[in-house]
Structures are given as C-alpha cells and as structure tokens.
T-cell receptor
C-alpha cells in the first residue's frame, strides 16, 4: 500500500540553526499537507502543496513539493524555541480509490536548545 | 468558532469497561475523522464520515470499536470492552468536504485503560 516516509525521526539543533525535514512517498501524490504538533498538543494545519515543483513560504518556513510529486520538504531558517514540536507531512493519493485519505508520515520531532 | 471540541480530555478506565469519546466538529465542515495516536504507530485513521455517513472504517481495529455520527454536529467513538492496548490519544478532526482542505483537529482525548 501507499506509504509516506519522513526523515529524520528526531533533530536536535541550537537556536539559530536551520532545520529541514523530508517526506518521501512510495507513489505519486495529488497533494501534500504539513502539520505541526506541539508537545502535549494536537496537530495544527500549516500548509498544502498541490502543484509539481511548488514552493511556498510562511515567514521562516519554506515548503517544497517535488517535480515528480513524490517528495516534499519543510525548511526552517534560524530556528527559535517556539519551533519545538513534531512536524508531520500527510500525502493524498492520486487514485480515486485512495484519493480522499491522507497518508501520514511518522513525523520529525524538533528540539531547539536556547 | 470554538474549533473542534472533544470530550473528555482525559479518561482512565478499567479493562473491560465501555468508553465513549465525543466530538463536535466545526459548523459547516462536512467531513469528520477519528484518529488514534501512539508513539509506536503514529497517527492512524480509524474512520471518517462525509455528511454524517461513514465512508471508510477500514482503520477500525476490531469489532470492539464503533463510531456513529447521528447528526452534523456530533459524533461518538465507542470502545466496548476496552483493553490496555487501546491506551492512546484519540483525536477527532473535521474539514470541509473535498481534497483541498486541511484538517482542524480537536485537543484529543487521552485514554488510559488499566
């Protein structure tokens, strides 16, 4: 079945350093979403990417969708302690049968040393 | 809007007891999702509804789990009888119907079965 792999599983950075998490799908995706979950919290929707090669920015966060629509990345510039949490990607399949369900990665947990 | 409202926030119950989790989606959101989150398995989709109709319950672990959505503003997830391995955080999420929307998650119910 369709799988979405996320790497790394954990990342520990010093405040001010950059951070990147990668998401790879076993199949072509129709779109991909990114969520952030703070410790003890719930996933919060950040963004959705739809087009091949799409790049979107939210302040210090840059999201990319690969040309083949099988991979995506989230890059945070100059991390802050408020960036701490787990970042999930969730891909939506390209086939009518599985198109409505999001397939979730296991997340990348980010820790930031002040 | 108050967002997606789940109750209770925490539930501790003894093995064999019935557990009922409740969710009120955002008004106007036609899709509702029940997820279970554990460290080992991440976020697992249990079941989802469109316009109060169950569409895919293939993620429901076994017959001990059941979900209902009697109207557009209320859904329940029931576990009967509960077992220690059911201990997890259960999230409800809602979204407008369609594939171009992010999900809004509730704060979750942390279930502990002893």
């Amino acid at each position: 079945g369709q799988q979405v792999m996320q790497i790394p599983q954990y990342q520990h950075v010093q405040e001010g350093e950059d951070f990147t998490t990668y998401c790879n799908s076993s199949t072509t995706l129709s779109n991909i979403q990114w969520y952030k979950q703070r410790p003890g919290g719930h996933p919060v929707f950040l963004i959705q990417l739809v087009k091949s090669g799409e790049v979107k920015k939210q302040k210090r966060l840059t999201f990319q969708f690969g040309e083949a629509k099988k991979n995506s990345s989230l890059h945070i510039t100059a991390t802050q302690t408020t960036d701490v949490g787990t970042y999930f990607c969730a891909g939506r399949g390209n086939n009518a049968g599985n198109n409505r369900k999001l397939i979730w990665g296991l997340g990348t947990s980010l820790a930031v040393n002040p | 809007d108050a967002g997606v409202i789940q109750s209770p926030r925490h539930e501790v119950t003894e093995m064999g007891q019935e557990v009922t989790l409740r969710c009120k989606p955002i008004s106007g959101h036609n899709s509702l999702f029940w997820y279970r989150q554990t460290m080992m398995r991440g976020l697992e989709l249990l079941i989802y509804f469109n316009n109060n109709v169950p569409i895919d319950d293939s993620g429901m672990p076994e017959d001990r789990f059941s979900a209902k959505m009697p109207n557009a503003s209320f859904s329940t997830l029931k576990i009967q009888p509960s077992e220690p391995r059911d201990s997890a955080v259960y999230f409800c999420a809602s979204s407008p119907m369609g594939t171009l929307h992010g999900y809004t998650f509730g704060s979750g119910t942390r279930l502990t079965v002893v």
